[in-house]
Structures are given as C-alpha cells and as structure tokens.
C-alpha cells in the first residue's frame, strides 16, 4: 500500500491523538517549564513525521522517524515525572504511556519497512 499522505499514516494520526491529550491533560498546569516540554514533545512526534515523509526521501524519511521515536522516550520519561509527583492519575498515565509506546511501535515497523 502506498501511502499518498503524512495524513493517512496511522503514527501521525495516533501522535495527533496523544497530542491534544497532552495538551488538554496539561492545560491548566501553572509548571510552564514542564508544561512546555511535555506539549514540545508530543508535537514534535507528529510534526517529525510529516517533516519526515514530505522529504519524499526513505533515508531523511527514517532519520525523521527516529526523531519521533526520541520524543515518544521523553514523552514517557515526563509522564513517570507528572504521576509520581501527582500531577495526573494512575489512570492518565496508564492512557498517555500506552498511545506513546503504541506509537513508537509502530515508528519501529515503519523504520524497519524503509
């Protein structure tokens, strides 16, 4: 199957999905410095993505997906960081940490398939 659009890979549109979780998630946190990084992160694994397939080069392609692979990492390091000072519940955690090792995943297939 050929993908025509960044849109239509499944990473991107699960990265979307962690996305605006994290954002929402952390909306209202007055930790602007953590705030900051962990939104940082979870757009960077959507944006590398689509930085990446729009490359229309499998080696840049792959180079960026390695990237969003890195910031899944961050994204469930932070998210260790946010339960353990109850910033989010058990439960938020559980959500967030499975999407972004989902995701990273999936980034793995990919990555091999190139």
């Known amino acids: 199957m050929k993908i025509d ?5 499944i990473a991107w549109q699960k990265a979307k999905q962690l996305t605006i979780a994290i954002y929402k998630e952390f ?6 410095g953590f705030k900051d990084q962990i939104q940082r992160a979870a757009v960077s694994i959507m944006n590398n993505i689509a930085e990446g397939f729009e490359r229309k080069s499998n080696n840049e ?9 890195g910031s899944c990492g961050e994204i469930r390091s932070m998210l260790y960081l946010a339960e353990e000072l109850r910033t989010i519940s058990k439960e938020s955690f559980d959500e967030k940490y499975k999407l972004s090792e989902e995701i990273s995943k999936i980034l793995s297939g990919l990555i091999k398939t190139l």
Do not use: G, V
């Open 5 to 9: 659009r960044f849109e239509d890979i």
């Open 27 to 32: 909306n209202d946190s007055r930790d602007f």
């Open 61 to 69: 392609f792959k180079y960026f997906l390695f990237i969003a692979k």
